[in-house]
């Protein structure tokens, strides 16, 4: 077994492999349910899905979520905006070690420092001229791997031309959302 960064190099290769040779293998539905509990207040709930959609519970997380206090908040937990870009930063670390180690980059240290602007008159609705997320986010990555400049370039390249959220945020993707009414008034 030849691992680089904690990860098994000939397994990322066979995943490759196994997915290039059939598309269906690397093809998945990820679920997460959000419940209001109170206030400003709600815990989502993240659990394995078996092919059909029933939940197989191999695993489960959960993650609070909360507002500031200047938005009536209580500041138990993040908000979703900050939960972004935790994501974010967990979705490049992931993208920089695969990448590294399929680059033989041996890494020793990796650090993302993530920050984003918001401008809360767009989310109030106060203004329709703001946006209500992220005007501007950015990341500083800080890493200590024996590459050169030029191999921390591609290695960058190449992590932010793959990453799921990198490319999710960057690019519109369609969101239908269906309000069910549990019920009726």
């Not at 935790?86 to 240290?109: K, Q, R």
């Not at 420092?113 to 986010?137: K, Q, T």
């Not at 191999?151 to 519109?172: C, F, G, K, M, Y």
Request: aromatic letters at 4%.
């Amino acid at each position: 077994m030849s691992t680089k960064n904690g990860v098994d190099v000939a397994q990322l290769g066979h995943a490759v492999d196994a997915i290039t040779d059939d598309s269906t293998v690397g093809q998945f539905r990820f679920r997460a349910e959000t419940e209001w509990t109170d206030g400003l207040q709600c815990v989502t709930t993240i659990d394995d899905f078996d092919q059909a959609g029933e939940r197989i519970h191999t695993r489960e997380f959960t993650i609070e979520g909360d507002e500031p206090e200047q938005i009536l908040g209580t500041r138990t937990a993040p908000n979703a905006v900050e939960l972004l870009l935790a994501a974010l930063g967990s979705c490049l670390s992931v993208g920089y070690a695969a990448n590294a180690a399929a680059m033989g980059i041996d890494l020793e240290e990796l650090r993302f420092d993530l920050e984003g602007d918001v401008d809360l008159r767009g989310f109030l609705g106060i203004s329709e001229d703001v946006r209500a997320g992220y005007s501007s986010v950015t990341c500083t990555v800080h890493v200590d791997a024996d590459a050169t400049p030029e191999e921390l370039d591609e290695l960058r390249d190449r992590v932010e031309t793959t990453s799921p959220l990198l490319d999710t945020i960057t690019n519109a993707v369609p969101v239908e959302t269906d309000v069910v009414a549990v019920r009726e008034a």
